[in-house]
């Protein structure tokens, strides 16, 4: 995947508020692996602060992660099996240095009998007052392992969610999952925000 296909994938995050302590089945996740980097042109930040998930099932769909990883992390990514597991990442674009985030908690919900999505909860951390930053758009992300086995319908498939909704600790809905565009160019969200909310 180039990098203007993963830049346009970036467009996706949209932002907004609400209050979340969401409910659903937790899953358990390992930290996989972290980075905090310069975004390469032509990313360019179109706020304070962007932030969006991947879900990879596949080391294909793995490649998305790479534009914000230095060589050692893309070298353990590559060498990921995705028999028995799979990855889900956050990431936050930034117009400055000084940012992290870090997923705190992602829950497997059922918005309806045939739809399942992720409801992930992570925090960010803003440059302290004072604190020297480089003025370019930035990365910030983590990524979280999970097991794939209790997925797995049969030896071959397995039905893992790829839509999602993330928020931050505060309940502050930062982004939902697309897909697609409607007869007047608008993304289609996928990504039900409002089931990713308090009790």
């Known amino acids: 995947m180039g990098v203007k296909a993963i830049a346009a994938l970036f467009t996706l995050a949209v932002t907004t508020s609400?209050?979340?302590a969401p409910p659903g089945k937790s899953q358990h996740f390992k930290g996989f692996v972290r980075s905090n980097l310069q975004a390469p042109p032509p990313i360019r930040a179109t706020g304070p602060l962007s932030a969006t998930v991947f879900v990879a099932t596949t080391a294909?769909?793995?490649d998305v992660f790479k534009i914000a990883l230095d060589?050692?992390?893309?070298?353990?990514?590559?060498?990921?099996?995705?028999?028995?597991i799979f990855l889900i990442g956050a990431l936050l674009t930034t117009k400055t240095s000084g940012y992290s985030l870090s997923i705190k908690g992602i829950r497997l919900q059922r918005v309806s009998r045939s739809k399942r999505q992720f409801c992930v909860t992570a925090t960010i951390t803003k440059p302290r007052p004072g604190?020297?930053?480089?003025?370019?758009?930035?990365?910030?992300?983590?990524?979280?392992?999970l097991s794939a086995d209790p997925y797995r319908i049969d030896e071959f498939h397995w039905a893992i969610p790829k839509d999602w909704v993330l928020r931050d600790a505060r309940g502050k809905l930062l982004a939902v999952s697309h897909n697609g565009t409607n007869q007047q160019g608008k993304l289609?969200?996928?990504?039900?925000?409002?089931?990713?909310t308090r009790r």
Do not use: D, R, Y
Not at 72 to 82: D, Q, R, W
Not at 188 to 196: E, M, N, Q, V
């Open 71 to 84: 060589p050692t992390a893309s070298a353990k990514l590559n060498a990921v099996h995705f028999e028995h």
């Open 18 to 20: 609400a209050a979340a």
């Open 60 to 62: 294909s769909e793995a």
């Open 131 to 145: 604190q020297a930053v480089i003025p370019h758009a930035w990365f910030a992300m983590h990524v979280v392992s």
């Open 188 to 196: 289609i969200a996928t990504g039900k925000a409002t089931a990713c």
